[in-house]
């Protein structure tokens, strides 16, 4: 799990396995070829709570 991460940076991750799951949930995309977790912060954290159905519309 994790092994092939999409990702030009994926050597620089250290822990590949919870990044493989928030691509497979959506909460993380692959936009630009480079994991960027400071940068992706706030779209991944919206992503994670429409996941969760706790979104107001």
């Known amino acids: 799990m994790g ?3 999409p990702f030009d940076d994926a ?3 250290s822990n590949k396995g919870v990044v493989d799951i928030a ?3 959506g909460i993380v995309g ?3 070829n480079e994991f960027s977790p400071k ?3 706030a779209t991944s954290i919206m992503k994670l709570v429409e996941l969760q159905g ?3 519309q």
């Open 39 to 41: 940068a992706k912060a």
């Open 11 to 13: 050597d620089a991750i």
């Open 30 to 32: 692959n936009e630009e």
């Open 54 to 56: 706790n979104i107001d």
């Open 3 to 5: 092994e092939n991460l």
């Open 23 to 25: 691509i497979q949930l």
